[in-house]
């Protein structure tokens, strides 16, 4: 059994929708895994993606010693989640894994229900069941569902102390298996983005869903054409929601464009200011990788966010609020200086605390700790 960290170690790494930032942290956390000379491999679900992720999965599937598989994995809770849960053992087995990473609640689910794994069992939650309250019958499916797992897992791992405060509130205390290692990106995108000629005021990119809240940047809009004070926006991304979000942009006339999903720097120049109104988030990959770009933003104070803002997350305005947003939107448009300067100290931030290669190396290590304590 491998188990020091100067070791090539056999990783599996599952996961349910190869989509958002979840999937950016894992294919992140693979290729510089893969470059520190371990053997990987992916274990997704079938049916989601879409051609960018479909295209990413191509470019590293030559990499991957281990393989890439593609099963069923539903996303609501189901008989199909045996089958998948029986297959997540079998790979593992079959690929003699010393490390097997779930992310997210399915993957994470799949991981530590699978039977018989001669290796660690990791999590990454993701945000994931961590979005859900005691209160609702969901929420305490999912929580207690998380709390009787938390004996079948030897390595906690979160993005950002705030998921890790939650999961102890919500779920329980993992002790000394918890770590936090935040998201990180790579130098290459600290490369400035040139703006489109056609960029509008604003630009929104995340999955078209409630939860990231693009239904309250249209209503900010909305205030804001009230006060007269016409702004534009658009909106980059795929989802559930998208057709009741295009909807609700109709009053707003031409003023606000929907053109499906993009890679994010290529979405950055479609607009002059980012905005994140999401109601929930963990440490969101999109607020980084446009932090290093050095693209102005305005965002909620949800999740890991004052982590990333630091010294500025006085800046951070109430999720759920489009009037607050109105008046952040209005403010920044009409103090460019003083929101460029933001953007810089963030640039420099994240240049300095949220590195890829530190994040790969942290869990590399944490892997490290956790076999040797197993083995020991």
């Known amino acids: 059994m491998a188990a020091a960290a100067t070791e090539s170690l056999n990783i599996l790494h599952v996961l349910r929708a ?41 470019d590293l599937a030559p990499k991957l010693a281990l393989g890439l598989v593609r099963v069923a994995m539903s996303r609501q809770v ?43 069992r990791v999590y990454t939650p993701h945000g994931g069941s961590l979005h859900y309250d005691w209160s609702s019958p969901s929420g305490f499916l999912y929580l207690t569902s998380e709390r009787e797992m938390m004996q079948r897992t030897d390595l906690f791992l979160f993005e950002s102390a705030y998921g890790r405060d939650v999961f102890r509130a919500k779920v329980g205390d993992p002790g000394t298996r918890a770590r936090v290692v935040h998201n990180g990106v790579t130098a290459a995108e600290f490369a400035p983005v040139a703006a489109d000629p056609h960029a509008t005021d604003l630009v929104f990119v995340g999955e078209l869903r409630m939860l ?53 720097r290529e979405a950055f120049a479609f607009g002059r200011l980012l905005v994140v109104p999401s109601r929930a988030e963990s440490l969101p990959y999109i607020v980084l990788e446009a932090a290093a770009a050095g693209l102005p933003m305005i965002a909620t104070r949800v999740g890991g966010m004052s982590e990333i803002f630091g010294p500025d997350a006085g800046a951070l305005i109430p999720p759920n609020d489009p009037a607050a947003l109105a008046q952040a939107i209005g403010s920044a448009l009409q103090n460019p200086a003083a929101t460029q300067a933001i953007a810089q100290r963030l640039k420099t931030r994240v240049h300095e605390h949220f590195s890829a ?20």
Do not use: N
């Open 357 to 376: 290669d530190v994040m790969t190396q942290a869990v590399l290590a944490a892997y490290a700790e956790t076999l040797a304590r197993r083995d020991g």
């Open 212 to 264: 990231k809240g693009v239904d309250v940047l249209i209503k900010a809009i909305a205030i804001l054409a009230r006060d007269g004070r016409r702004t534009t926006a658009t909106i980059v991304g795929l989802g559930p929601d998208r057709a009741a979000f295009e909807a609700a942009a109709r009053s707003a006339g031409d003023a606000i464009r929907f053109v499906g999903a993009k890679p994010a």
């Open 78 to 120: 189901g008989p199909s989640d045996v089958v998948a849960c029986a297959h997540v053992a079998r790979r593992a087995a079959d690929v003699e894994a010393d490390v097997v990473h779930g992310h997210g609640a399915k993957g994470g689910a799949y991981t530590r229900l699978a039977r018989a794994l001669r290796g660690i």
């Open 18 to 58: 190869p989509v958002g930032g979840l999937f950016r942290h894992v294919i992140d956390l693979a290729r510089g895994q893969i470059a520190r000379g371990h053997h990987v491999g992916l274990l997704a679900d079938s049916s989601t993606g879409g051609p960018q992720a479909e295209a990413t999965l191509a």
